[in-house]
């Protein structure tokens, strides 16, 4: 089979002739359509995770079973199936309170510890691999499925764990990146005021597109400052920062409302400074990582009935994932990206 493999850290892609996986018991083996190019496997691509190499990375599939080992029941030849990201034990006391992000046993990721979707054919635990509800059209939108698994399914979670109501107002920090446009996409079907913050003002034409209330400019005006304006005084009801910055952390969390919410999904800064107001205005502050498989499977119900739909901007052959993955590490993509790998 034909696959991009990276054979160092932060060095191109190869396109190689690879053996084709073949299906042992328990496993299967897909035909991969398309792949998603987010910004997690630009970060296994830049060399910011830890690899194993040669390595196939990618993860956000949508892809046709082919092959069956032994013992599996869960699938049948013809499925189309994207994947799950986690290779989580199942059985540690997260894992049953359907918590796998948290799984005490984690025995890696998918394009991480094992080889992934830039690739004619995958193989995976039979378990890993997750069949697409009815009525979602994953032969005439690959795609839009693939991403769902994570430009749908994180925002979903984010939602639940900042706990938004109709009619709060969230503040999206990175809002024009690639789980940003997501963001604000879903902060509206759950019926939010959405305010876009990103340092690049080019893109917010498409945060508007897709549902932004207002935009910010951070890269020309203070971020808090211009929050509490647009709220009145109040602050925001929650803050969604995608960034992770000291600075986008410290602002965000000062324009918070009583009980406002802020979410961290990106970055790693350290030596935050958080004022003294935590107990009197009962603001929180929470840590949130990708979904798990129950709010995955939410994820395509949602997008299978129409009430959500990411945005997919760029679909690119996989011999230009190298031009593409570039791209990624400017920031120059808005919305999401994808490989096409068979038809």
Known sequence: MKAMVLTAPDTPFQLMDMPDPVAGPGEAVVKVITCGSGLTIQHSRAGRFNLDYPRIIGHEITAEVVELGKGVSNLKIGDGVTAYYYFSCGKCRWCKADRETLCDNLKGNVGRDSDGGYAEYMKLPADMFMKFPKGLDWKKHPAECGVMTDAIATPVKVIKRARIQPGETVAVIGAGGGLGIQMIIVAKWARARVIAVDIRPDKFETCKKVGADETVDASS??????????????????????????????????????????????????????????????????????????QVREALELCAKGEVWPLVTEVHPLEDCEALHQRLEQGLVTGRAAVKINA
Do not use: Q
């Not at 009962?282 to 129950?294: F, L, P, Q």
């Open 221 to 294: 005006v203070d971020v808090t400052k211009a929050l509490i304006e647009l709220t009145d005084g109040y602050g925001v009801d929650a803050v969604i920062d995608f960034a992770g910055t000291k600075s986008s952390m410290e602002g965000g969390f000062a324009a918070l409302n009583k009980a406002g919410r802020m979410v961290i999904l990106g970055g790693a800064a350290s030596g935050i400074e958080i004022p003294g107001r935590l107990i009197k205005t009962e603001r929180e502050i929470m840590g949130s990582k990708y979904a798990t498989k129950s």
